[in-house]
């Protein structure tokens, strides 16, 4: 990336693809997915769609939902027709019929996006050979040290590795082997931050070997698992059958991590990380481990102490774990098939299908001769036993029996594993993990089976099998309101792709800025009684620990509580922040906040759960006003079906990919913050406050936010406040970033609800009432999930008119940190704990879910529970369209045929409403629009640029009112959000009101400026002229816009309008595993008259694949005895991946249906989306009703409870036992 200001970038192809297919939003990920494309291509130049796909295991995208990346990667295919895939209705005329022109176009250079960016006046051409050149490996000294007695040896020959172990002795001394170390992101404890002296074994030429014969691979200890797969995959033999094994163990390798992790980490790297890590509570099941334990694999382990080469087998490596000190892993020895008879495969069972480390997983091999096994037998499991083990009683059992087809006899064997599998305690999911290992043995006997039945063979086909993801997108423009309505690319997502966008900790900081860290509390629901900085002080580079102490009189306090927790105060939760260390370098001070340490007394058990909370009666006293309508509890009790049910629905981690962060410099008297934020002006006045200066005297900028989904309104705040802090103590320019695990630990999740029902019904399922009491978990303060709670109350009913409504919350105080706003609070547990309650009432009087939601629709006319009268209502017409789109019926039928032709494998359909309400109450914004004597315009308002494409969609409406086309939109300059221009305490980016708002604003600026401009306005004049003479003129050409929107009264309606949109999934899952697949999702969605179809049609597709996270993978609890979340990391906390998303996605706006209500007829898309994923988890439970029906256990409706529905809740709610396998 050249990053100058007077010199034009040339793209290349990938990032000018990636923009002009929208694939970026906050743009974070944006870099990596180019990068790893890019390499990818270097080793692969002409791959299939499906290759590609699975290039990207490795790259996370929190807002995209992946479609448009994928998209836009699809193109560099060797046979792809993706660049000439048009769209339903586009920008451009015959979308449909010519293929989309904008996806046709590669934007080689700036020229080719000038209508939607400024062209610079040169260009920088791409030297590819230098390039090459930089991304050589550099050569590294033999030896370095840092600061902290860390020493890095490049050993370069085996003698020199062997002599320095045997000269460390017995006792090792302090070395550390490493090749690629990424075992040290996941296990910290592996590594030591000082007095390490580290082998880099990378550079040994024995160690990067790798060859084979007809015998067996040879593995050198240092070669990447991606060398591994290469090299199996071009693996050839004399005979065919002595590699046949070898396809399966490149499947399961490629499911270790993802790409860029396997390209750096060593094989037998990862059977050490196992080795290691075989504690109860620690352990690791090692995807390498059990492929080579599957495969009969020998490991060379070389004694340096005794200069002799040890062969040890897999489980004789593992029993060595404390016998390691002078060892090394030499190599590894892979043995090829032993006969065309031999059978080997491999499962694993994790979280989500990439990037994810296994709960459970699997390898067997066996010789079969008919219905006869040989007698070398592997049954192999991990993730069960802290260590993966082989288990020889069932081997035995296997080797030399004569028909192990038998029925009787398979149920034997299978019985045997299960009584020999002895679960260690992490992670829990005992049962599932005995089970899915249990049914792993089951699948490789059917794989055996020479007479399987048809329907068996189910059990059989690896998972995944996934085709290459697709689908549509349709809208409809009106060419009368360009550039509003028209397809447009965001207008920074040629600086995403290229590298050159600049987020705050991007941005440069003067000499000398300090770097600070946050120094969290260990223990929960305590006192602190003292702190000590002693050994963080020792450091070189430390400078200062800033605590509660050192702040200004009264200034300690936001709305959270304390700011900093003062030594004598409350601590309420562990990772409350008890203060700030500060040094010269990032190290430094990421060391001296581990280095601090406090003490504590009073200490009580914390309050993690609803359960606990409700027990100790743990409540805030500020309770929002019920939502009630007619008299729930009478009509309940005379209504002929009563229903009464419990859904919980857990919380989730916001997981923007760009952590907290904030920088402060002082300047002149006054301080100059830039901050990730979606609040600028609620991060001013808190600066201010701690600083102790005039509000005016503190500058909040935000250009770009590399994600926030409302994690990053109020409790930004206080990291703002916290650079500033230390700013205005030490004089200097502070950068202060928050950890990935801080930001959930310290800063607030998405809360947990608990809602209690009883509804009443007529037999033909209207409802009479619907009364629910919804339990709010608010963490340790009362704050974002006050107004989370109002809007669950107001949108519970969802798409239903119920007559008699009661529906009340209850405030519970919590011992972790207080929740956040997250993507849709309140409007996704509400609309999805309503749909919920569908499904169980369903489930309770055998009602059919798609029959009772129609029968119970809400009408054009109708009111909802809290006054609100649907003037405006087009869910007849979404529903109507969307059934006949999706083909409804043809998908019930091929359901059913499916069903009855797998016995393993079920799938099940969900089509779910959504009514999502949109309030402008309280959105005021103010805006500022500036036109220069040359025409161009700038554009400064009060929302923030977090991925939403709002700088896009106010740069339509602005040319849209000043007559400026498309092509020449780069004359209107949208610039960062900063408080020197706006003011309004309200500037809060969230709600899916901060377009529209923001838009109406700047439309009072444009008439202000049209008015004055009107004398000047003559026929045939261009913009540019019309600009000049009034410039000439002395018209001042600025003007400011506001919006006023007055909050509701206390009984009065809250939305203002609602976005009504449905969508139908249909989902597969393995009763064997747990595993499920999204294999289809419709949706049809009221966004009005789309400002800018492109992005909005974006919103929706990562709102909903954020929303099938929510429901169906990422699963948070706390630590029961700390109060520490128990997930926040990659490793363990799975947000979706690229495989996460629908096989096939259809998106449609609906048509002709411009809304009254919204400026510029627009709705809302930003969080609506998140609430469709309803019908994830609710097809899931489809397939899973099916699946017990299969076993034998009737077929009433499951519905699951308490949600996530993770692998492992649906593995065991299929019922698979071993007595059902026939």
Same mark, same amino acid.
């Given at each position: 990336?050249?990053?100058?200001?007077?010199?034009?970038?040339?793209?290349?192809?990938?990032?000018?693809?990636?923009?002009?297919?929208?694939?970026?939003?906050?743009?974070?990920?944006?870099?990596?997915?180019?990068?790893?494309?890019?390499?990818?291509?270097?080793?692969?130049?002409?791959?299939?769609?499906?290759?590609?796909?699975?290039?990207?295991?490795?790259?996370?995208?929190?807002?995209?939902?992946?479609?448009?990346?994928?998209?836009?990667?699809?193109?560099?295919?060797?046979?792809?027709?993706?660049?000439?895939?048009?769209?339903?209705?586009?920008?451009?005329?015959?979308?449909?019929?010519?293929?989309?022109?904008?996806?046709?176009?590669?934007?080689?250079?700036?020229?080719?996006?000038?209508?939607?960016?400024?062209?610079?006046?040169?260009?920088?051409?791409?030297?590819?050979?230098?390039?090459?050149?930089?991304?050589?490996?550099?050569?590294?000294?033999?030896?370095?040290?840092?600061?902290?007695?860390?020493?890095?040896?490049?050993?370069?020959?085996?003698?020199?590795?062997?002599?320095?172990?045997?000269?460390?002795?017995?006792?090792?001394?302090?070395?550390?082997?490493?090749?690629?170390?990424?075992?040290?992101?996941?296990?910290?404890?592996?590594?030591?931050?000082?007095?390490?002296?580290?082998?880099?074994?990378?550079?040994?030429?024995?160690?990067?070997?790798?060859?084979?014969?007809?015998?067996?691979?040879?593995?050198?200890?240092?070669?990447?698992?991606?060398?591994?797969?290469?090299?199996?995959?071009?693996?050839?033999?004399?005979?065919?059958?002595?590699?046949?094994?070898?396809?399966?163990?490149?499947?399961?390798?490629?499911?270790?991590?993802?790409?860029? +992790?396997?390209?750096?980490?060593?094989?037998?790297?990862?059977?050490?990380?196992?080795?290691?890590?075989?504690?109860?509570?620690?352990?690791?099941?090692?995807?390498?481990?059990?492929?080579?334990?599957?495969?009969?694999?020998?490991?060379?382990?070389?004694?340096?102490?005794?200069?002799?080469?040890?062969?040890?087998?897999?489980?004789?490596?593992?029993?060595?774990?404390?016998?390691?000190?002078?060892?090394?892993?030499?190599?590894?020895?892979?043995?090829?098939?032993?006969?065309?008879?031999?059978?080997?495969?491999?499962?694993?069972?994790?979280?989500?299908?990439?990037?994810?480390?296994?709960?459970?997983?699997?390898?067997?091999?066996?010789?079969?001769?008919?219905?006869?096994?040989?007698?070398?037998?592997?049954?192999?499991?991990?993730?069960?036993?802290?260590?993966?083990?082989?288990?020889?009683?069932?081997?035995?059992?296997?080797?030399?029996?004569?028909?192990?087809?038998?029925?009787?006899?398979?149920?034997?064997?299978?019985?045997?594993?299960?009584?020999?599998?002895?679960?260690?305690?992490?992670?829990?999911?005992?049962?599932?993990?005995?089970?899915?290992?249990?049914?792993?043995?089951?699948?490789?006997?059917?794989?055996?089976?020479?007479?399987?039945?048809?329907?068996?063979?189910?059990?059989?086909?690896?998972?995944?099998?996934?085709?290459?993801?697709?689908?549509?997108?349709?809208?409809?423009?009106?060419?009368?309101?360009?550039?509003?309505?028209?397809?447009?690319?965001?207008?920074?997502?040629?600086?995403?792709?290229?590298g050159m966008a600049k987020y705050t900790n991007d941005l440069p900081w003067p000499e000398r800025t300090l770097q600070a860290r946050i120094v969290t509390s260990t223990q929960g629901n305590c006192t602190l009684a003292s702190i000590d900085t002693s050994a963080a002080q020792q450091l070189p580079g430390f400078v200062q620990f800033v605590g509660a102490a050192d702040m200004l009189p009264g200034t300690n306090?936001?709305?959270?509580?304390?700011?900093?927790?003062?030594?004598?105060?409350?601590?309420?939760?562990?990772?409350?922040?008890?203060?700030?260390?500060?040094?010269?370098?990032?190290?430094?001070?990421?060391?001296?906040?581990?280095?601090?340490?406090?003490?504590?007394?009073?200490?009580?058990?914390?309050?993690?759960?609803?359960?606990?909370?409700?027990?100790?009666?743990?409540?805030?006293?500020?309770?929002?006003?019920?939502?009630?309508?007619?008299?729930?509890?009478?009509?309940?009790?005379?209504?002929?079906?009563?229903?009464?049910?419990?859904?919980?629905?857990?919380?989730?981690?916001?997981?923007?990919?760009?952590?907290?962060?904030?920088?402060?410099?002082?300047?002149?008297?006054?301080?100059?913050?830039?901050?990730?934020?979606?609040?600028?002006?609620?991060?001013?006045?808190?600066?201010?406050?701690?600083?102790?200066?005039?509000?005016?005297?503190?500058?909040?900028?935000?250009?770009?936010?590399?994600?926030?989904?409302?994690?990053?309104?109020?409790?930004?705040?206080?990291?703002?406040?916290?650079?500033?802090?230390?700013?205005?103590?030490?004089?200097?320019?502070?950068?202060?970033?928050?950890?990935?695990?801080?930001?959930?630990?310290?800063?607030?999740?998405?809360?947990?609800?608990?809602?209690?029902?009883?509804?009443?019904?007529?037999?033909?399922?209207?409802?009479?009432?619907?009364?629910?009491?919804?339990?709010?978990?608010?963490?340790?303060?009362?704050?974002?999930?006050?107004?989370?709670?109002?809007?669950?109350?107001?949108?519970?009913?969802?798409?239903?008119?119920?007559?008699? +409504?009661?529906?009340?919350?209850?405030?519970?105080?919590?011992?972790?940190?207080?929740?956040?706003?997250?993507?849709?609070?309140?409007?996704?547990?509400?609309?999805?704990?309503?749909?919920?309650?569908?499904?169980?009432?369903?489930?309770?009087?055998?009602?059919?879910?798609?029959?009772?939601?129609?029968?119970?629709?809400?009408?054009?006319?109708?009111?909802?529970?809290?006054?609100?009268?649907?003037?405006?209502?087009?869910?007849?017409?979404?529903?109507?369209?969307?059934?006949?789109?999706?083909?409804?019926?043809?998908?019930?039928?091929?359901?059913?045929?499916?069903?009855?032709?797998?016995?393993?494998?079920?799938?099940?359909?969900?089509?779910?409403?959504?009514?999502?309400?949109?309030?402008?109450?309280?959105?005021?914004?103010?805006?500022?629009?500036?036109?220069?004597?040359?025409?161009?315009?700038?554009?400064?308002?009060?929302?923030?640029?977090?991925?939403?494409?709002?700088?896009?969609?106010?740069?339509?409406?602005?040319?849209?009112?000043?007559?400026?086309?498309?092509?020449?939109?780069?004359?209107?300059?949208?610039?960062?959000?900063?408080?020197?221009?706006?003011?309004?305490?309200?500037?809060?980016?969230?709600?899916?009101?901060?377009?529209?708002?923001?838009?109406?604003?700047?439309?009072?600026?444009?008439?202000?400026?049209?008015?004055?401009?009107?004398?000047?306005?003559?026929?045939?004049?261009?913009?540019?002229?019309?600009?000049?003479?009034?410039?000439?003129?002395?018209?001042?050409?600025?003007?400011?816009?506001?919006?006023?929107?007055?909050?509701?009264?206390?009984?009065?309606?809250?939305?203002?309008?609602?976005?009504?949109?449905?969508?139908?999934?249909?989902?597969?899952?393995?009763?064997?595993?747990?595993?499920?697949?999204?294999?289809?999702?419709?949706?049809?969605?009221?966004?009005?008259?789309?400002?800018?179809?492109?992005?909005?049609?974006?919103?929706?597709?990562?709102?909903?694949?954020?929303?099938?996270?929510?429901?169906?993978?990422?699963?948070?609890?706390?630590?029961?005895?700390?109060?520490?979340?128990?997930?926040?990391?990659?490793?363990?906390?799975?947000?979706?991946?690229?495989?996460?998303?629908?096989?096939?996605?259809?998106?449609?706006?609906?048509?002709?249906?411009?809304?009254?209500?919204?400026?510029?007829?627009?709705?809302?898309?930003?969080?609506?989306?998140?609430?469709?994923?309803?019908?994830?988890?609710?097809?899931?439970?489809?397939?899973?009703?099916?699946?017990?029906?299969?076993?034998?256990?009737?077929?009433?409706?499951?519905?699951?409870?308490?949600?996530?529905?993770?692998?492992?809740?649906?593995?065991?709610?299929?019922?698979?036992?071993?007595?059902?396998?026939?």
């Amino acid at each position: 990336t050249k990053d100058h200001a007077t010199f034009a970038y040339k793209y290349h192809e990938i990032q000018s693809r990636l923009a002009s297919y929208n694939g970026s939003q906050c743009g974070y990920c944006s870099n990596g997915f180019v990068m790893n494309m890019y390499d990818f291509l270097q080793n692969n130049p002409n791959p299939t769609e499906l290759e590609i796909e699975r290039a990207f295991d490795g790259n996370l995208c929190r807002c995209t939902g992946y479609r448009p990346i994928l998209d836009a990667m699809h193109t560099f295919a060797a046979s792809s027709t993706r660049m000439g895939a048009g769209h339903d209705d586009c920008a451009e005329e015959d979308c449909r019929k010519k293929g989309c022109q904008r996806r046709q176009k590669v934007f080689p250079d700036l020229e080719d996006i000038s209508k939607f960016i400024h062209k610079p006046k040169t260009e920088y051409k791409h030297d590819h050979e230098a390039i090459k050149a930089v991304a050589l490996p550099m050569a590294r000294p033999v030896v370095s040290a840092d600061p902290y007695n860390n020493v890095w040896n490049e050993i370069t020959t085996i003698a020199q590795l062997n002599s320095t172990l045997k000269a460390a002795g017995a006792t090792g001394g302090n070395n550390l082997i490493v090749n690629a170390a990424t075992s040290f992101a996941v296990f910290q404890s592996d590594r030591s931050m000082t007095n390490t002296n580290y082998l880099y074994i990378g550079s040994i030429p024995e160690m990067r070997a790798i060859s084979h014969d007809d015998s067996a691979i040879y593995i050198g200890g240092a070669v990447t698992i991606d060398t591994v797969i290469t090299y199996m995959n071009n693996c050839t033999a004399s005979q065919p059958y002595l590699t046949q094994h070898l396809p399966q163990a490149v499947n399961h390798l490629m499911r270790i991590a993802g790409r860029q +992790v396997r390209n750096a980490g060593s094989l037998a790297g990862n059977i050490v990380v196992a080795q290691k890590h075989q504690a109860p509570n620690d352990f690791f099941a090692s995807d390498g481990s059990i492929v080579l334990m599957g495969l009969g694999a020998s490991i060379g382990v070389y004694d340096a102490l005794n200069d002799q080469l040890l062969a040890w087998d897999m489980t004789t490596f593992f029993a060595n774990a404390g016998n390691m000190t002078g060892k090394y892993v030499a190599n590894i020895t892979i043995p090829m098939a032993s006969s065309p008879n031999e059978v080997f495969m491999s499962y694993k069972v994790a979280m989500r299908q990439q990037g994810a480390h296994a709960e459970v997983n699997a390898a067997m091999k066996a010789t079969k001769n008919g219905t006869t096994l040989g007698p070398n037998v592997i049954v192999a499991i991990g993730g069960v036993a802290s260590t993966i083990t082989r288990y020889t009683q069932v081997e035995q059992q296997l080797a030399n029996t004569t028909d192990f087809t038998d029925t009787t006899f398979i149920k034997q064997v299978c019985t045997l594993l299960q009584q020999s599998l002895v679960a260690a305690p992490m992670d829990g999911r005992v049962e599932f993990r005995k089970a899915t290992a249990v049914n792993d043995l089951f699948k490789f006997l059917c794989l055996l089976n020479p007479n399987l039945p048809a329907t068996y063979t189910s059990a059989t086909t690896p998972w995944p099998t996934r085709p290459v993801s697709g689908g549509s997108q349709s809208f409809q423009p009106d060419p009368t309101k360009y550039p509003v309505s028209q397809a447009m690319i965001k207008l920074e997502a040629p600086f995403q792709t290229s590298g050159m966008a600049k987020y705050t900790n991007d941005l440069p900081w003067p000499e000398r800025t300090l770097q600070a860290r946050i120094v969290t509390s260990t223990q929960g629901n305590c006192t602190l009684a003292s702190i000590d900085t002693s050994a963080a002080q020792q450091l070189p580079g430390f400078v200062q620990f800033v605590g509660a102490a050192d702040m200004l009189p009264g200034t300690n306090s936001w709305a959270n509580g304390d700011i900093i927790v003062p030594i004598g105060g409350s601590v309420s939760y562990a990772g409350q922040i008890i203060g700030v260390v500060l040094a010269s370098d990032d190290v430094t001070a990421w060391l001296a906040a581990f280095a601090v340490t406090a003490t504590y007394t009073n200490g009580q058990t914390p309050i993690t759960t609803i359960a606990q909370a409700i027990t100790a009666n743990s409540t805030s006293s500020n309770i929002p006003p019920p939502v009630v309508r007619g008299d729930a509890a009478k009509a309940y009790s005379t209504s002929p079906l009563q229903v009464t049910g419990t859904i919980q629905i857990g919380p989730q981690n916001h997981f923007f990919l760009e952590n907290h962060t904030a920088t402060c410099i002082p300047r002149d008297g006054e301080y100059e913050v830039a901050a990730a934020t979606q609040m600028p002006v609620g991060c001013q006045m808190t600066c201010a406050q701690v600083a102790g200066v005039p509000t005016s005297k503190v500058t909040i900028t935000t250009k770009l936010v590399g994600g926030g989904f409302g994690g990053k309104i109020s409790h930004s705040t206080q990291v703002a406040a916290l650079a500033t802090l230390c700013s205005a103590i030490t004089g200097s320019a502070v950068a202060l970033l928050i950890s990935l695990d801080q930001c959930s630990q310290t800063f607030g999740t998405r809360d947990v609800k608990k809602i209690q029902y009883s509804a009443g019904l007529n037999k033909d399922g209207t409802f009479n009432s619907l009364s629910c009491n919804i339990y709010n978990t608010c963490g340790a303060a009362n704050t974002d999930e006050f107004g989370d709670a109002i809007v669950m109350l107001h949108s519970l009913d969802n798409c239903y008119n119920i007559p008699n +409504v009661n529906f009340s919350a209850v405030m519970l105080l919590t011992n972790y940190a207080p929740s956040a706003a997250c993507r849709g609070p309140g409007w996704v547990h509400a609309v999805h704990g309503m749909e919920s309650m569908v499904s169980d009432i369903c489930r309770q009087t055998g009602l059919d879910p798609i029959a009772l939601r129609e029968a119970n629709f809400y009408q054009k006319g109708d009111s909802t529970p809290d006054g609100m009268i649907l003037q405006y209502w087009s869910l007849g017409s979404v529903w109507s369209q969307l059934k006949a789109s999706a083909d409804y019926d043809t998908k019930v039928a091929d359901i059913a045929t499916f069903n009855q032709a797998n016995r393993w494998r079920k799938r099940g359909l969900s089509m779910v409403p959504t009514r999502f309400g949109i309030s402008l109450a309280g959105a005021n914004f103010d805006s500022l629009i500036a036109i220069y004597p040359d025409g161009t315009v700038t554009v400064n308002h009060g929302g923030n640029e977090i991925g939403q494409g709002i700088n896009t969609r106010l740069a339509q409406v602005v040319a849209y009112k000043f007559g400026i086309s498309a092509e020449n939109i780069n004359v209107v300059s949208v610039k960062p959000t900063c408080t020197n221009v706006i003011s309004a305490p309200s500037n809060v980016t969230g709600g899916s009101v901060t377009a529209e708002m923001n838009a109406a604003s700047l439309l009072h600026a444009a008439d202000t400026l049209l008015r004055r401009l009107t004398p000047f306005q003559k026929p045939g004049q261009t913009w540019a002229e019309v600009i000049a003479a009034a410039s000439g003129a002395g018209v001042p050409l600025t003007s400011t816009g506001w919006t006023n929107a007055p909050p509701p009264g206390l009984n009065s309606p809250m939305f203002n309008y609602n976005v009504c949109a449905a969508s139908l999934t249909v989902a597969e899952v393995d009763m064997l595993s747990g595993q499920a697949e999204i294999i289809s999702t419709d949706m049809v969605y009221d966004c009005g008259l789309s400002t800018s179809p492109l992005l909005d049609i974006g919103q929706i597709e990562g709102g909903f694949i954020f929303g099938v996270g929510m429901l169906m993978t990422e699963e948070l609890a706390w630590d029961p005895v700390t109060g520490l979340p128990t997930a926040t990391t990659h490793w363990n906390y799975k947000i979706p991946c690229s495989f996460t998303i629908p096989e096939t996605l259809n998106i449609a706006l609906l048509k002709d249906a411009p809304n009254p209500l919204g400026v510029l007829g627009s709705k809302g898309t930003g969080e609506p989306g998140v609430c469709m994923a309803a019908s994830v988890p609710q097809a899931v439970e489809s397939a899973i009703t099916a699946a017990r029906a299969a076993n034998g256990l009737g077929s009433t409706r499951w519905t699951c409870q308490t949600y996530p529905l993770t692998v492992d809740k649906s593995q065991q709610a299929c019922g698979t036992t071993i007595s059902n396998y026939f």
